[in-house]
């Protein structure tokens, strides 16, 4: 049903090829996506779609009717991030722009979104051309502010569930460092959670030659430090796992004075919500206790600076596109992907439908590199991951291959068009 569909894809290519440079010259930070948005919303009206642009921000949805059928929801995240790209392609980013805190920051795709969103601008287009092959009703979303955390929800709130319909089936897909060409599906949970927490710990602050008049807190943020490390080795069985790391500590101004407060930004990762809870919980009890054992002159304060769910991949939904990719790209570049400890937002989508959601992963590296860094287990330091500033996915056989994941993926949940003439059911 699918091959003359895909006898197109090779004419659609020179210009999703354009597009992707295009995106990745000028890539735009989350909820600030206004020019690839518009680029994006004018290729969806081009291709037939009815299109709403500013759902839940700078977020754009196509919607495509065409007859009786399954509604399916197609995902791409557009945002990039405050990386300074170090590529050397001769189409790598130089943009610099304001960040939120008003300091300048360089800009880049580092974690393929502007592929992503080339991959589903040419499915849509693919799928519009060829509508006569497939019957339902085809929702296209072009997510903002994935790298916050933010934007799948925003969408959800912008109405991107009702204003084509409610789906019955959501569907998504990430750029990874695996060899171009390859797909990688996964049963159940597939990516982390993610809580990301701010940890205000309060001493009291004086003179660098009397400790003795304050307390401390670089020696405190010291010791929470060292013992959250004790979190995932003594309290995590083996058998689960979990990350808990101090990204950033903050204390004290110049050497000789003692501060009166510490900050830290905790990022944690877990895979199931038992090990997620019992985690956050160590976190907390060790944060209060070493304050308490320092003698704070008040408790600690929590702030949460986000959290992703963990992304779940409905069990038969995933078998049966598991399935049409070894039909459609064979068994060898069909592979089951690992656990990632990344984390998305793009379960929003399935929990607020109340519809199965599969998300998986499309390999964009040079195979040849990969497979050789793999042979020699050096795939951690020779492979650069997203949001490197080295990240340089190749653009063949990558660009065709998320085209083609896709729109295999709509076919197989959208109906099949009634023959004319045939009767009915
Ligand atoms: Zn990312
Ligand atoms: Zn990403």
Redesign the pocket.
């Known amino acids: 049903m699918t091959d003359g569909l895909f006898s197109s894809l090779d004419a659609l290519l020179p210009g999703l090829e354009e597009l992707y440079i295009d995106l990745h010259r000028h890539p735009e930070l989350s909820f600030a996506e206004t020019r690839t948005a518009a680029k994006l919303a004018e290729r969806l009206t081009t291709a037939g779609y009815q299109v709403h642009t500013g759902v839940g921000g700078t977020g754009v949805l196509g919607v495509l009717r065409n007859g009786p059928g399954p509604t399916v929801l197609l995902r791409a995240?557009i945002d990039a991030l405050p990386v300074e790209e170090k590529t050397g392609l001769d189409y790598a980013s130089t943009v610099r722009t304001t960040g939120q805190d008003g300091r300048e920051v360089p800009v880049m795709h580092a974690?393929?979104?502007d592929m992503?969103a080339t991959w589903l601008s040419g499915a849509a287009a693919l799928l519009a051309a060829h509508r006569d092959t497939w019957s339902g009703t085809l929702l296209v979303a072009f997510q903002p502010a994935?790298?916050v955390g933010a934007g799948a929800a925003a969408m959800v709130r912008g109405g991107v569930l009702e204003l084509g319909g409610r789906p019955d089936v959501v569907l998504g897909q990430?750029?990874a460092p695996g060899p171009a060409g390859w797909v990688l599906t996964r049963p159940g949970v597939l990516m982390a959670a993610t809580d990301a927490l701010r940890v205000t710990l309060h001493g009291r602050g004086g003179h660098a030659s009397r400790p003795e008049s304050t307390v401390d807190p670089a020696v405190l943020a010291a010791s929470v430090v060292l013992r959250l490390q004790s979190v995932v080795a003594r309290e995590v069985s083996a058998t689960e796992s979990a990350v808990v790391t101090v990204g950033s500590v903050h204390v004290g101004t110049t050497h000789n004075v003692i501060a009166d407060h510490a900050t830290l930004e905790i990022n944690i990762r877990t895979f199931d919500e038992q090990v997620r809870t019992r985690v956050l919980a160590a976190v907390e009890r060790i944060v209060r206790g070493e304050a308490a054992v320092a003698g704070s002159p008040q408790p600690p304060d929590f702030e949460s600076l986000g959290v992703f769910p963990v992304t779940a991949n409905d069990e038969d939904a995933n078998a049966k596109l598991t399935d049409a990719f070894r039909g459609h790209f064979g068994a060898e570049r069909t592979m089951e992907a690992p656990l990632v400890t990344?984390s998305?937002d793009f379960s929003e989508y399935g929990r607020a439908a109340g519809a199965p959601s599969v998300f998986w992963l499309v390999g964009g590296m040079d195979p040849e590199t990969v497979l050789a860094a793999v042979a020699a287990g050096r795939f951690e330091q020779d492979v650069p991951s997203?949001h490197s500033p080295l990240f340089a996915p190749v653009l063949h056989p990558t660009l065709r291959t998320g085209v083609e994941t896709l729109v295999v993926g709509a076919v197989n949940f959208l109906g099949v068009p009634r023959v004319s003439g045939e009767p009915g059911q």
């Open positions: 995240d974690c393929g979104h992503h994935e790298e990430h750029l990344g998305e997203n």
